[in-house]
């Protein structure tokens, strides 16, 4: 267990973004998997359990590791959160044509609606989250 005591206020504050990274990615992709069936079964395509999953296994591995590298060079805001959604919703049409067999425009389409939805959904996520994260950071902050 980390002991409190010998962590800064800085490194208590950046473990605890990274924790909130780490449950929100985690929450996306459960919900993720949700989403892709429902939308697949409304445009009438095949609603697998497993082909949704592995759509979004591709997104969460593509998040991490465009959102580590955007951030490592820009920072964290909300532009470079839009460049990250641009390059998941690019990578993503790709895996969906090539996995539901579908043409490029369709795939496209389909993986904007999911991911414009998924991000909607992601930003109020992490505001509660965030907002627990804080009461739970301050209270943290107190005992020490």
């Given at each position: 267990?980390?002991?409190?005591?010998?962590?800064?206020?800085?490194?208590?504050?950046?473990?605890?973004?990274?924790?909130?990274?780490?449950?929100?990615?985690?929450?996306?992709?459960?919900?993720?998997?949700?989403?892709?069936?429902?939308?697949a079964r409304k445009k009438e395509w095949s609603d697998s359990l497993l082909t949704a999953f592995i759509v979004n296994l591709i997104w969460?591995?593509?998040?991490?590791?465009?959102?580590?590298?955007?951030?490592?060079?820009?920072?964290?805001?909300?532009?470079?959160?839009?460049?990250?959604?641009?390059?998941?919703?690019?990578?993503?049409?790709?895996?969906?044509?090539?996995?539901?067999?579908?043409?490029?425009?369709?795939?496209?389409?389909?993986?904007?609606?999911?991911?414009?939805?998924?991000f909607l959904i992601a930003i109020l996520i992490g505001i509660v989250l965030g907002i627990i994260i804080g009461f739970i950071l301050v209270?943290?902050?107190?005992?020490?």
């Amino acid at each position: 267990m980390i002991n409190m005591l010998f962590l800064t206020t800085d490194e208590i504050v950046i473990l605890t973004a990274f924790v909130l990274v780490i449950v929100l990615a985690i929450i996306m992709f459960i919900i993720g998997i949700y989403v892709t069936r429902w939308y697949a079964r409304k445009k009438e395509w095949s609603d697998s359990l497993l082909t949704a999953f592995i759509v979004n296994l591709i997104w969460l591995v593509t998040n991490f590791i465009s959102g580590f590298l955007v951030e490592l060079l820009f920072g964290a805001n909300f532009l470079f959160g839009i460049v990250e959604l641009v390059i998941a919703i690019i990578i993503g049409a790709i895996v969906v044509k090539i996995i539901y067999k579908k043409e490029f425009g369709e795939s496209f389409v389909f993986v904007i609606v999911i991911q414009i939805l998924l991000f909607l959904i992601a930003i109020l996520i992490g505001i509660v989250l965030g907002i627990i994260i804080g009461f739970i950071l301050v209270a943290l902050l107190l005992t020490i």
